[in-house]
């Protein structure tokens, strides 16, 4: 067979597109490129273009990274013809997606520090904006995906970098096929690689299947053009996933043909935010609509909202307590506005506003809700429609109310149809874990009571004694319990977690008991907690605000509590977190308390608080990907309990594989019912983890696997090729899956498993030569089968000291107290002194401490601020360097590439030839050497381990 099986994939796919209506075109290499994209760009604007003309626009496009070109893309590009008059031309017709010239072409070769050859790339008027990678079946799809970023680092910015316009990769081994955004290289993550589907959530994986409807010329332009964000906070792309696709598409659909209302089912974690915000977006440029409404609730307006809703549509939002602000909004010009739905119930209510707000009554106003379950049960619903009479709503929530879970209020039940009648689109949580969407809960119930307290924890739900549940000593061993495991369950610290327990008197038992044994020494946690002091005096139904006792459904009955003693308890510990922090927070004005709500979710994303103890405060609508384990010591039911549990199960890497729920009562039954309500009853088993002695089985099955490859430790060394060596890596990255999950257990000792945990650190060694020897300079020309395999590092703890481990420890440091800050300076100069590679980087470092991180608002940008830094830097000393020696630039850049890419020391006469004034045949091997050492000298302290 002289066809190789991934050329076969390949040209069967060419086949197909041009069936979908592609043109098939031959391109080998960028010049053939650049003049089809002239020809293109002519019939797509019908213009002819001069060279001229042509080479303006290339010089016009050719700048920037990924999200700069992504926004060149959707723009005009102007330029001056032969006349002198300014024109522009259309890159892409974003109003009439159709509209475009579609074309494929297969095998272009572009040669930037290696030679790369592309599988099928998709053309819309001459530009590449879809890449797709393929690999044979029985491939993981991670290579195809880890091949993607290789070219990004050899090839993709090469020439004019039109690569660099890709806007959606799709990699396919036949049989699994996904898509995902361009990005940063160090933005992408396998994990944000997605599956189509259809409609009702089925998998479209087979890559003809996928491709009919994927691939289809329209639906790929109208997802690069209407479904893919520009997201300028991350300056990352995003492109929707299909259930966020079709959500967006019925919403626009009925406001197009209909004036009913409607809501989306989605499950908590699943992007609600962004899939509401493209559906805003869209609705404001249609014409019949005069404004859209984006209605949250206040505590969600915590700062990364505010940052990522401004990103779509600059001012959009007011962070103020202004109903002012947000009325000279509503009758001003723009067309989209985020609000609470306390402001806009001030807004219709207030006499003082009726006047301004008169006019808007007819007007087409449509309203989006985020989270609606828990804005919605009031009078504020009823006013909001009243008042609009031309209004459209629509709803989304991870957790609908239906009739079982609905509360009651002096209208009587409340449920989610009722209010916004039918659901356009579900997707549960149950396709979210099985698409990956959202990880599983793994939960597990400690007894906290001794049985000759004739109390059995199983049926905590039926005890209504305080004395029992509150008892100084059961509140003293969870405490402990906490203390104690804590660093197993979130990986020694490397996730956070939340401590929830049932009302404001305990939370302050507890929080004094942390405290107490943190001052005896018996733990280093960094704890933080917020809570409200005072009852709201206003009437809550009247600011459309469901009580959280009552929304999150606590069995609890309410205590009384001295809301002035509850204060004062709440500033003593501010004062605490003040200290830990270096901040200057109070609960004494309104501003500042905000303020030390929005800088607590800042640090429990940002790692810097293990324990945060609240009652109902961050259990909904907070995310963070970065946060691991929920502590439960209140009783919790339906949309209340799975909402807290949610906070646990975002998708971030190979280590966090399960959210964890530790419950400190027996809510077996009610996370049942929970689950049963929300996907169905069969679902428990997809949903909740198995328990552990499941995982020990697959643990010493996975064991009985990786003997049969190599019986013993020594014989990975004979392994007889590459085939069998890929056969260990698969079969021992499977064992530190499973391991990672079991550590998470109170329970696991490596005595339960089939395997000594010496011969898992031996055999973890062997496997981490054969990562060592793959990545290694040896295999620079051969292509190797382990090149591409994702060795999954992450599940080893093993901290390459390289320059993001540097970038994470700035990080750290800009977020430290000010005395931690001294310490960690030090601690931080003195490794980078001490590693071979980075020792000759240790001025430049100690430099941007120095001047450039005091003036780094925020931690988040280090990387992108260190990069600029590092980047004048490197240039400020090629200039030094080609003005001391005297040589010519460009050819120095040449030479320092070639090096680069042949890894050998360049020739004497290559750099004899770099001398703007020729030296004599006596200076010559001096100053070649002098040079030589000058330039290897340059690439060791700019290049080597900077570049990815």
């Known amino acids: 067979m002289t066809t190789q099986p991934e050329q076969i994939l390949e040209n069967n796919l060419v086949t197909q597109l041009e069936k979908l209506g592609y043109k098939k075109v031959v391109i080998r290499d960028e010049n053939e490129l650049l003049a089809n994209l002239k020809s293109q760009l002519e019939k797509h604007n019908k213009v002819q273009l001069s060279e001229n003309d042509f080479k303006q626009i290339l010089n016009y496009i050719n700048k920037g990274n990924v999200f700069e070109r992504a926004k060149t893309l959707r723009d005009r590009v102007p330029y001056t013809n032969a006349q002198g008059e300014t024109k522009t031309v259309e890159l892409i017709n974003q109003i009439h997606w159709c509209q475009n010239e579609f074309q494929v072409t297969q095998q272009i070769a572009m040669e930037g520090t290696h030679k790369n050859r592309y599988d099928v790339t998709i053309l819309i008027n001459g530009l590449p904006l879809v890449q797709i990678e393929l690999k044979r079946r029985g491939l993981e799809l991670k290579e195809a995906f880890n091949q993607t970023n290789r070219y990004e680092r050899h090839s993709y910015w090469a020439g004019h970098g039109l690569f660099q316009f890709v806007q959606i990769f799709v990699i396919s081994n036949g049989v699994n096929t996904k898509y995902y955004a361009n990005s940063p290289i160090k933005a992408r993550s396998f994990k944000q690689t997605f599956y189509w589907a259809d409609e009702k959530n089925r998998l479209i994986t087979q890559l003809a299947a996928f491709s009919e409807v994927f691939l289809e010329p329209c639906h790929i332009s109208k997802m690069i053009t209407k479904y893919t964000v520009l997201n300028e906070s991350q300056k990352i792309l995003m492109v929707l996933r299909p259930y966020q696709f079709y959500a967006v598409e019925n919403i626009v659909e009925r406001v197009k043909t209909t004036t009913k209302y409607g809501y989306i089912w989605h499950t908590t974690g699943s992007g609600k935010t962004l899939t509401s915000f493209k559906a805003a977006q869209i609705l404001t440029n249609l014409k019949e609509v005069h404004k859209v409404v984006f209605v949250v609730d206040r505590k969600d307006l915590d700062y990364q909202t505010t940052k990522e809703f401004n990103t779509f549509s600059k001012g959009s939002i007011d962070g103020t307590n202004n109903t002012n602000t947000l009325v000279k909004q509503l009758s001003g010009d723009n067309k989209l506005i985020v609000t609470t739905i306390q402001k806009l119930n001030t807004a219709i209510s207030k006499t003082r506003y009726l006047g301004k707000m008169e006019a808007l009554k007819d007007e087409r106003i449509v309203f989006i809700f985020d989270e609606c379950h828990r804005s919605q049960f009031g009078k504020t619903h009823e006013d909001i429609k009243r008042f609009f009479e031309n209004c459209q709503m629509f709803g989304f929530t991870g957790t609908p109310i239906f009739e079982p879970n609905a509360g009651k209020n002096e209208y009587g039940k409340r449920t989610t149809k009722m209010l916004f009648g039918d659901c356009l689109h579900k997707y549960v949580i149950t396709d979210a874990i099985r698409d990956g969407n959202v990880l599983k809960f793994s939960v597990e119930y400690i007894r906290t009571f001794k049985k000759k307290d004739h109390i059995l924890d199983i049926n905590v739900e039926a005890i209504d004694e305080a004395e029992v549940m509150d008892a100084p000593v059961r509140l003293d061993n969870i405490t402990e319990y906490i203390i104690t495991n804590h660093n197993r369950k979130t990986h020694s610290r490397e996730f956070t977690s939340i401590f929830c327990v049932s009302s404001v008197p305990i939370l302050i038992e507890y929080y004094k008991l942390f405290l107490k044994k943190k001052e005896e020494g018996k733990h280093n946690l960094r704890l933080a907690t917020i809570f409200s002091y005072s009852a709201n005096e206003e009437d809550k139904d009247a600011v459309g605000f469901v009580d959280d006792e009552e929304f999150l459904m606590a069995a609890e009955p309410q205590a009384e509590y001295n809301s002035q003693h509850t204060r004062d308890e709440l500033e003593d510990f501010i004062k605490h977190y003040n200290k830990q922090f270096g901040t200057n927070y109070t609960s004494k004005d309104n501003q500042s308390y905000y303020n030390y709500y929005n800088d607590i979710a800042k640090r429990v994303k940002h790692r810097q608080i293990d324990v945060l103890v609240v009652v109902n405060m961050f259990l909904t609508g907070f995310d963070s990907k970065h946060l691991n384990t929920l502590y439960v010591d209140k009783n919790l039911k339906y949309h209340g309990l799975i909402q807290a549990y949610s906070r646990t199960n975002r998708i971030l890497n190979e280590v966090k594989s399960q959210g964890n729920i530790v419950c400190f009562r027996n809510l077996k039954e009610a996370t049942d019912e929970a689950i049963t309500l929300f996907s169905n009853k069969n679902a428990i088993e997809e949903i909740i983890m198995q328990p552990y002695e499941e995982y020990v089985t697959k643990f010493n099955q996975a064991f009985i696997a990786l003997l049969q490859i190599a019986p013993t430790v020594n014989s990975v060394n004979d392994l007889p090729s590459e085939e069998e060596e890929l056969a260990f890596i698969q079969a021992f990255r499977e064992l530190m899956r499973l391991k990672n999950v079991l550590a998470t257990f109170t329970e696991f000792k490596f005595d339960d498993l089939s395997m000594t945990e010496q011969s898992f650190e031996d055999y973890k060694s062997k496997y981490l030569d ?69 020792r000759s980087k240790r001025e430049l470092i100690e430099k941007f401490i120095q001047e450039n991180l005091p003036h780094i608002s925020d931690s988040d940008d280090i990387p992108d601020e260190f990069e600029s830094y590092w980047s004048e830097e490197r240039k400020e000393a090629l200039s030094k360097l080609s003005q001391e020696e005297n040589l010519d630039s460009e050819k120095l850049q040449e030479v ?38 000058k330039i290897l000298k340059f690439v060791e302290t700019f290049i080597n381990g900077i570049t990815g």
């Open 770 to 838: 054969l990562y060592d020897k793959a990545k290694g300079h040896n295999q620079k020309e051969k292509v190797s089968i382990l090149g591409d395999i994702d060795f999954e590092l992450e599940l080893i703890h093993r901290d390459e000291i390289n320059v993001a481990y540097i970038l994470k420890l700035l990080a750290k440091l800009k977020d430290a107290t000010p005395e931690e800050q001294e310490k960690q300076k030090k601690a931080l100069i003195e490794i980078v002194a001490g590693d071979a590679q980075l």
């Open 896 to 933: 320092i590439g070639k090096y680069l890419f042949t890894e050998k020391k360049p020739l004497r006469d290559d750099v004899i030839g770099l001398l703007n004034k020729r030296p004599s045949l006596k200076e010559r091997a001096t100053i070649a050497e002098r040079v030589t050492d």
